[in-house]
């Protein structure tokens, strides 16, 4: 927890509800961000994103599994979120693992959506190699390097920039197996796919302090928060996944506001983060 004097809250919510918050920032304005791709080279796919203070990285490890019996037609998923002991004094001990859990499943609800997977950002039937017997499992890692802030976001960010990084290495399907034998398949260490991130989300997260709300709150500004909405939104405008913290109560009309607020600046992100990402990915070709 952030440690602030009596004058220095003042500061921050006068700032917010001035509309000019403590480092010049509107309230509707993110800090800029910086991308790197290919961080990790043992990884099918790896970025790490900084946003003002705020360091994370993302890396995606891409292994052939069996799918769900109940989703034959899907494959799997997993996200898991580390948080650097070094990256923030409350990430030492429990803090640290707590938080890491609290990322884990509001980053899996953000992606994936509900249960029944209706609302993904991530299109789990095309992780599926032979129906019912093979499917690509996706082990999505987040780091926390170095925290001053809208962590869910960052890590979003990463996580949709290392998708676009990710190649998955093509399968050839042995024929002539039958019934509940295991086909044999032939996976390539030279060709690869890459992977669709047309319909993978940004995440944007509403911070309510006071009266207003912000985007993109730094650590100080988060300490005075009342509650804060994260909404993940893809291209095309569809809304993936909705998480909430923070004790304080929201009215449904306010949360309609926030999420068409998080709409416009969804897509602002979406457009910056893309270029980035496509720059990125250009000098990492060239290098």
Known sequence: MVGLSIGEKHFIQGG??????SD???RLTTRPIYVETGVISQANGSARVRMG??????SVKAELGRPNALQPDKGKVVVNVDCSPTAAPMFEGRGGEELSAELSVALQCCLLGGKSGSGAGIDLSSLVVVEGKICWDLYIDGLVVSSDGNLLDALGAAIKAALSNTGIPKVNVAAGASGDEQPEVDV???EFLQF???RVPVIVTLT?????YIVDATSEEESQMSSAVSISINRQGHIC???KRGGAGLDPSIILDMISVAKTVSEQLINTLDSHIAA???GEEES
């Open 208 to 212: 309510k302090v006071g009266r207003h």
């Open 24 to 26: 010049g920032r509107k």
């Open 16 to 21: 917010i509800a001035q509309d000019l918050r």
């Open 53 to 58: 203070a705020t360091d994370v990285m993302a």
């Open 188 to 190: 390539s260490d030279e």
């Open 196 to 198: 669709d991130t047309s």
């Open 280 to 282: 990125a990915e250009a």
């Open 241 to 243: 996944g909705l998480t």
